[in-house]
């Protein structure tokens, strides 16, 4: 195995750093018309807490897109699998992303700062869906009354508000890792919810009506 690094944000530690390669795996599948698709794991490890990151890049011949340029390229996906292997952010807006994974960076640091910035990624998240309200809850009670939000991810929206509150006023904050792990998982499923499932969705359809269209040709 040759000795390669990569830049990589550790989420144990918060850092992102210049991290070695100590392991790879690969897998590699078929496709129809002798397209490929492979997954490579690669573990990483943080020069800074000495702790590993394990990433995942998959790459499909099969599914093409087109670039800003108008040039087609293969797809190719990157996923931190561990230690955070229920966090995506695939296929969300930029700085909903940013926002997301700047929480993530602080949530093994400081408890508190972590909370805020997860009510943070719900405000912007409020604000590139046009929420309409001068005040975060108004703003969530907006999006419900559009049908934006279901019931449940409404719910979960109010006590990622209302820890990021405790965050932010209430020096005493006693929070468990516990806690913090679920408000963790309910912004992750208003962010599945909003634009990881219909972007999913999208492309299976896509490549649905592609299909179908050659078979028009013929």
């Known amino acids: ?31 129809p018309e002798d397209l490929h698709e492979t997954c490579n794991y690669q573990l990483y490890i943080c020069p800074i807490c000495g702790k590993p990151t394990l990433l995942e890049t998959y790459w499909n011949e099969c599914q093409q897109r087109y670039t800003y340029n108008g040039e087609i390229e293969d797809y190719e996906e ?10 995506k952010t695939n296929n969300l807006p930029v700085e909903v992303k940013s926002a997301f994974e700047s929480a993530l960076k602080t949530k093994n640091i400081d408890t508190a700062v972590c909370l805020i910035a997860l009510r943070r990624t719900l405000e912007i998240v409020c604000k590139e869906k046009g929420a309409v309200g001068h005040n975060l809850w108004k703003k969530i ?59 999913k969705i999208n492309k299976i359809q896509e490549k649905m009506a592609r299909a179908k269209d050659e078979e028009g040709e013929e």
């Not at 000795?3 to 496709?31: F, I, P």
């Not at 468990?176 to 972007?199: G, M, N, R, S």
């Open 1 to 31: 195995m040759e000795n390669k690094q990569k830049v990589l944000q550790c989420y144990s530690c918060g850092n992102e750093t210049l991290m070695n390669l100590v392991g790879e795996h690969r897998s590699d599948w078929g496709c």
């Open 141 to 199: 009670e907006d999006l419900s009354n559009k049908g934006i939000l279901p019931p449940e991810l409404k719910h979960a929206s109010v006590i990622t508000k209302t820890y990021g509150n405790m965050g932010a006023h209430d020096a005493d904050i006693s929070t468990t890792k516990q806690e913090l792990e679920q408000v963790i998982e309910f912004v992750q499923y208003i962010l599945d919810y909003l634009y990881i499932l219909p972007a």
């Open 78 to 87: 990157h996923t931190i699998l561990f230690p955070v292997s229920t966090i």
